[in-house]
């Protein structure tokens, strides 16, 4: 089939599920999440709490609402995920001694520990995806952009 018939396929069908970006997107997604799901189970943490994780390994005792901006999260979505990791002794919250107002996140030494047991999942993740290096980045670019163009979208 040549691009001209494609075109006129997407055109002539554009409720089908098969067509659609956002069921692309969202398949992927949940291949995606099973993987990591595999991944995570030995560390004992759940996706999402991965992502903050990632956050405080990169860079520790920082704001719940620094978090919530680097995740696209809210404090309501966020604060839950921050009890479990607190619980399992992964994280510290405590109010700010500057503001009150702001709750700061510290790793605990056992969440700095949990970074090496994590270090191979960023591997394992481009391994089951297939892509070379310049398609994870090109890849990771694309969605990117993806994201910060439908941010803008009104």
Known sequence: MNS????KKVKQAPL??????????YSA?????????????????T????????????????????????????????TPLLKRLESAGLLRRQRSRQDERQVVVTLTDEGRALRA?????????????ACDD???ALLKGQLDDLRDSLSRAK
């Open 16 to 25: 089908q599920l098969d067509q659609q970006l956002c069921f692309a997107l």
């Open 134 to 136: 310049d398609a994870m």
């Open 117 to 129: 047991k994590a270090a191979s999942i960023p591997e394992a993740i481009q391994c089951a995806t």
């Open 4 to 7: 001209n018939q494609d075109d």
């Open 29 to 45: 997604n949940l291949a995606m999440h099973k993987v990591y799901r595999q991944l995570l189970s030995t560390l004992e943490i």
């Open 47 to 78: 996706y999402p709490q991965y992502l903050v994780m990632l956050v405080l390994w990169n860079q520790d005792d920082v704001t719940v609402s620094e978090i919530g901006e680097q995740l696209f999260l809210d404090s309501a979505t966020l």
